[in-house]
């Protein structure tokens, strides 16, 4: 199945667990996770998993641990480097408009940012690093990071378990996919027509 030019089912059997993992761990508190495909890696995972190329219990566990681990690095790095890394200027690794985007989602949503956010792109990376600049309170944050990624780590991995259970894989995976991915990009598109439309009336 090739997405965007890359066999998923081959980069993530080639990967394995290890691989999936670290994507996990990397793309929920690194700078340089953004970009990484966390939605539709863990509906095909869960695929695989179907499809008995993976265990499904160490795939959930596993999944869910690097979810919560790597929202915690990315909290304490804020915390840590705190308002510093708003005036940082772009690099390959850090763009200074996906930290002020999750800043504002942050700022209207409170703590449940950190549960919605594993649902969006980008902003799934940079919620928890601007929790920690927010100096959120780490017990509330680190129950809402649970709650957060049991609920990412079930929905996506079971859903690609489930209907890899039942349907023609040649046909409908890729459509299933890119079905995923949209949803995922949606809120974004939502909130970015809503501001453009919603200055224009003013």
């Not at 199945?1 to 980069?11: A, H, T």
């Not at 990412?152 to 079905?179: C, E, F, H, N, R």
């Amino acid at each position: 199945m090739s997405f965007f030019g890359v066999d998923l089912i081959s980069l993530i059997e080639a990967i394995g667990y290890i691989g999936v993992f670290g994507i996990v761990f990397a793309e929920t508190g690194l700078f340089l996770g953004f970009f990484l495909p966390g939605d539709s890696l863990l509906f095909v995972a869960g695929f695989l998993a179907s499809q008995e190329f993976f265990s499904l219990p160490v795939l959930l566990f596993g999944i869910f641990v690097s979810g919560v681990l790597g929202n915690v690095f990315g909290y304490e790095f804020g915390r840590r480097i705190g308002p510093k890394i708003f005036s940082r200027e772009d690099s390959l690794i850090f763009k200074k408009a996906h930290a002020l985007k999750a800043q504002a989602f942050y700022e209207k949503h409170g703590p449940k940012t950190i549960v919605l956010a594993r649902f969006m792109p980008i902003v799934r990376t940079f919620a928890p690093i601007v929790a920690g600049v927010a100096n959120m309170h780490y017990r509330t944050f680190f129950v809402y990071n649970v709650i957060g990624s049991l609920i990412w780590t079930l929905g996506l991995v079971l859903l690609g378990y489930t209907l890899g259970s039942v349907i023609d894989v040649d046909k409908y995976l890729l459509p299933l996919v890119l079905a995923i991915v949209f949803l995922s990009f949606l809120p974004a598109i939502v909130g970015f027509l809503r501001e453009k439309y919603g200055k224009k009336s003013n």
